[in-house]
């Protein structure tokens, strides 16, 4: 008789060993090899089963905090069964619709639980997710402005969101499924698709979105369905021309033009929209054959060699005969072509060869003017070895038959001049004029000084007080004055109620200036770093209206016009404040001779609104605006400096010093602006700084676009109440100033 251990795995908190005897042969060496065995195998399973629902338990903090938003901005509905605001452990504790990979919530299936509220603003955290699903609720507001990045299947069909398609969709590039469909989504598509390759399915239908479809969905190289039917779309489809599309959608639209003949053999709906009737016209020259992208199916689809009754077979004719009566067309045109092309071309030219063969040949020279037309030419046309005096204009037929055959015209159409652009319904001032408005520019009226140029209050015959910008000769030479119509041009076109409005200009005697809207109220950094008993301090009404409003201005640069316009210059000296403290962005549209030099570099990198990666590239991109607002936030939080040397060496540099404290709740109560005296929402302040805290990320990438950060700034406006009449105590707390920095580039 041998012993042996056996183990009792009836316990679920422990392991007991109990001895048993069993009839055991063999050598005393076996036997203690198999209780040594036996032991080791005793120890693990009771590692493994010591505690079994602690490891289950152990829900990752982060994707726990972004499911107790979640759970509190839907009111915390009674459906949600299991869920909990305080509770930490989804996954262990069975949250009705979550789904979990070890400690990572991997799904979240809310869909038709009738829920209401809004998604929350923390879903970003959520990066082993890959399904999100909350259709068919009645869930509102704006869909969140940062969405976990890893998703593959997104479906919020069936709510009541409004605005737009937020920006950080543009970077899902796992995405496959994307539903928005019958909410009440309004803005037009930005041109944000290009990076969402693995996208199949794409429903847009049953919304409110206009403009015309942008010029990104010509990346979509997976798509095969895709739904814009019943909305207010404009322009023509024909982006969609070369898509791998199975099944397309854009009824009850307002498109217009031609349906391209690609899509015409595809599943393929197109009533309720203004199409043009006739044949379409040929494509410009040089245009390719029509071709479309097909995908690589699976087996058992509706091909017709499959006997599949395919759209092609309905019409009789095989898609092998239509190419081959296209193709023939083509070739016969081609033919034709060419010998027009060559009779025209030798009937053209057999006078000038008749002269040629009665002259010498003389070595290739050219007078300067002749010089100017081979440069005209050279790209289009072969180059000639001989003199082409006498008004001699030997050409060869074109090459690519594609080309126009009125060489005449092409010949003009060969000469590309620079156009002067005319500003538009913007005054054009003399230097006399601005002179006896500024005294001659007088010191008492200087309002600023940058790297742009002095800033001066210019006071008119007429009583219009306006603020005119002298741009130094070193930023841009008085004989540059065709670049400076064209940036008055461009700078004249932005029209947005945040941005300090062009309203002249003057180019003279070598001389460069800007006529600008006035501001009495001067600039934010005069009204948080140099208040006096004339300028009371900023409640927290006034500071959140003015990040809104500054928001709204960089997210028209950035998103609205076309193209994006990168500020370069973010800082609260060139926000301007009107009599009723509404943020008004000044330099805008300046960055085509904004100053790449070391020396600013360095300065803009020392004051403290510089992101890191323009210090180290000096490169400016709408991820350094990002930054840069998200010092100007600091600022109205703290009411410090970016940076500031009369501090101890820590506190100097105000995003090193604050963003380790923007999610202590009781460290950020001590950063807030003493000014403030404490009149403020602590919720509201939280998710102030939770937006400074994305905005000044040290990676770019991690920066929210501008539009998702007006997204959060109004809905903390929204939660803060903060109702017009709240808005008129700001005008208490404003009192008139003698100017404002337009200019402002270098803060005193």
């Known amino acids: 008789m041998g012993e042996k251990w056996v183990i009792d795995l009836r316990r679920s908190n422990s392991c007991s060993v109990q001895k048993g005897r069993t009839m055991g042969l063999g050598s005393r060496e076996k036997k203690m090899n198999w209780r040594w065995m036996e032991v080791v195998s005793l120890i693990v ?423 005119v910008k002298k741009i130094n000769s070193a930023v841009l030479p008085g004989d540059l004055s065709e670049d400076f119509t064209d940036i008055v041009s461009k700078v004249s076109e932005l029209h947005h109620p945040n941005i300090t409005e062009l309203v002249g200009y003057c180019s003279e005697h070598g001389q460069h200036l800007l006529v600008y809207e006035f501001h009495k109220n001067g600039s934010l950094y005069d009204f948080l770093h140099h208040s006096d008993e004339y300028n009371q301090p900023l409640i927290w009404n006034s500071r959140v209206k003015i990040a809104l409003g500054t928001a709204r201005a960089l997210e028209y640069l950035h998103e609205v016009c076309s193209p994006s316009i990168v500020h370069r210059n973010i800082k609260s000296a060139n926000i301007l404040l009107d009599a009723e403290l509404s943020p008004h962005l000044s330099d805008s549209g300046l960055e085509s001779f904004a100053p790449n030099t070391d020396q600013a570099l360095d300065h803009n990198a020392s004051s403290g609104y510089t992101a890191p990666e323009v210090t180290m590239s000096g490169h400016y991109t709408l991820k350094s605006d990002v930054y840069s607002f998200g010092v100007v936030m600091l600022e109205l939080l703290t009411g410090r400096k970016p940076f500031d040397s009369s501090r101890s060496r820590t506190e100097q540099s105000l995003v090193r010093w604050a963003t380790p404290q923007l999610h202590d709740i009781d460290a950020l109560t001590k950063m807030v602006d003493p000014e403030l005296h404490g009149l403020y929402p602590v919720k509201s302040l939280s998710r102030f700084a939770d937006v400074i805290a994305l905005c000044v990320q040290t990676e770019p990438e991690f920066r929210p676009p501008m539009s998702e950060v007006v997204e959060a700034l109004v809905r903390l406006v929204q939660r803060a109440n903060m109702s017009k009449r709240t808005y008129g105590n700001d005008n208490a707390a404003a009192s008139p100033r003698g100017g404002g920095d337009m200019g402002g580039e270098d803060t005193p």
């Not at 262990?92 to 829920?115: D, P």
């Not at 037309?373 to 180059?383: G, L, N, R």
Request: net charge neutral; aromatic share 6%.
């Open 45 to 467: 399973l009771c590692i493994l089963g010591l505690k079994p629902t602690s490891i289950q338990a152990a829900t990752d903090p982060s994707d726990a905090s972004a499911l107790r938003v979640l759970y509190t901005s839907l009111k915390s509905p009674p459906q949600l069964t299991q869920w909990n605001a305080n509770g930490d452990d989804p996954c262990g504790q069975s949250w009705k619709g979550i789904t979990c990979s070890g400690t990572r919530v991997t799904e979240i299936n809310l869909s038709g639980l009738a829920l209401s509220g809004s998604m929350g603003y923390q879903l970003a955290s959520l990066t082993s997710l890959t399904n999100l699903d909350m259709s068919n609720n009645n869930i509102g507001g704006n869909i969140v402005y940062q969405l976990p990045p890893f998703l593959q299947r997104l479906n919020l069909a069936q709510n009541s969101f409004t605005e737009g398609i937020p920006y950080s969709i543009s970077q899902m590039t796992t995405l496959r499924y994307l539903n928005l469909s019958h909410n009440q989504l309004q803005n037009p598509l930005i041109d944000m698709f290009g990076q969402l390759t693995s996208l199949s399915t794409l429903d847009l239908s049953f919304n409110a979105m206009s403009g015309e479809l942008p010029q990104s969905f010509s990346s979509l190289s997976s798509i095969s369905t895709m739904n814009l039917q019943n909305n207010q779309f404009t322009g023509t489809i024909n982006v969609l021309a070369n898509l791998p599309l199975d099944n397309l959608n854009v009824e009850n639209n307002r498109f217009s033009g031609w349906i391209p003949e690609q899509l015409k053999s595809i599943n393929l709906q197109t009533n309720g929209n203004s199409w043009n009737s006739g044949p379409a016209p040929p494509p410009p020259p040089g245009t390719p054959p029509a071709t479309r992208r097909n995908r690589s199916h699976d087996s058992g689809g509706n091909s017709p060699s499959n006997g599949g009754s395919g759209e092609g077979q309905k019409s009789g004719i095989s898609s092998g005969a239509i190419a081959g009566i296209v193709i023939s067309v083509l070739v016969v045109g081609a033919v034709v072509a060419f010998f027009i092309v060559r009779k025209r071309s030798k009937r053209s030219s057999s006078a000038d060869i008749e002269k040629l063969d009665n002259q010498p040949p003389q070595p290739h020279q050219m007078t300067p003017a002749q010089e100017i037309k081979s440069e005209e030419t050279s790209s289009t046309f072969y180059p000639t070895t001989f003199d082409t005096s006498a008004a001699i204009n030997l050409k060869p037929p074109p090459s690519d038959l594609h080309k126009s055959l009125d060489e005449d015209d092409f010949a003009k159409r060969a000469v590309v001049k620079k156009a002067n652009a005319a500003p538009i319904n913007v005054k054009s001032y003399s230097i006399a004029d601005l002179q006896l408005a500024t005294g001659s520019f007088n010191f008492e009226n200087l309002l600023g000084e940058g790297s742009f140029g002095r800033v001066y209050r210019a006071e008119f015959d007429d009583g219009k007080i306006l603020a």
